[in-house]
């Protein structure tokens, strides 16, 4: 893509997460950080997801799931339609969103990892190579507005 996702001008992480999620044409993001209990914390996340999806995703354990395998894995990971995914990269808990097409991003603070920023769609998706650039420099970006995360 031609532009970066210029989020420097956002105060609220709500309208930092709908910029990203605009951005790429998804229809819902989230963000988490690392905390000191080495879990991956939610910091934000679009309107829209059920509860028993936000009870599941407020915190999640580095290797489990689409973000947990991000951040051990500091590599994107994606799913054309996470309904259907048989890779295991995908809980099963994930097909509660009623999303089909998502990736997540590692969120790198240098060389370190200190969360993920993922996007989702309710139809099938494959990411591009330039949309999966895009998604990594907004997380460099957000890393900047935490400089209290735990890196891993």
């Given at each position: 893509?031609?532009?970066?996702?210029?989020?420097?001008?956002?105060?609220?992480?709500?309208?930092?997460?709908?910029?990203?999620?605009?951005?790429?044409?998804?229809?819902?993001?989230?963000?988490?950080?690392?905390?000191?209990?080495?879990?991956?914390?939610?910091?934000?996340?679009?309107?829209?997801?059920?509860?028993?999806?936000?009870?599941?995703?407020?915190?999640?354990?580095?290797?489990?799931?689409?973000?947990?395998?991000?951040?051990?894995?500091?590599?994107?990971?994606?799913?054309?339609?996470?309904?259907?995914?048989?890779?295991?990269?995908?809980?099963?808990?994930?097909?509660?969103?009623?999303?089909s097409g998502?990736?997540?991003?590692?969120?790198?603070?240098?060389?370190a990892v200190?969360?993920?920023?993922?996007?989702?769609?309710?139809?099938?998706?494959?990411?591009?190579?330039?949309?999966?650039?895009?998604?990594?420099?907004?997380?460099?970006?957000?890393?900047?507005?935490?400089?209290?995360?735990?890196?891993?």
């Amino acid at each position: 893509m031609s532009d970066a996702i210029d989020i420097t001008s956002l105060a609220a992480e709500a309208d930092v997460i709908a910029a990203i999620v605009r951005r790429l044409k998804a229809d819902s993001g989230t963000i988490h950080l690392v905390g000191t209990d080495g879990l991956l914390h939610l910091q934000a996340a679009t309107p829209g997801f059920p509860e028993v999806v936000m009870s599941t995703i407020r915190t999640i354990p580095v290797g489990k799931g689409m973000a947990g395998l991000a951040a051990q894995r500091r590599l994107p990971v994606d799913a054309c339609n996470i309904q259907t995914d048989t890779s295991g990269d995908v809980r099963p808990g994930a097909r509660a969103t009623a999303l089909s097409g998502a990736i997540v991003v590692p969120i790198f603070r240098g060389d370190a990892v200190i969360g993920t920023l993922g996007v989702g769609n309710r139809s099938e998706r494959v990411f591009t190579q330039a949309e999966t650039d895009d998604l990594l420099a907004a997380g460099r970006a957000l890393a900047a507005r935490y400089p209290q995360a735990v890196a891993i």
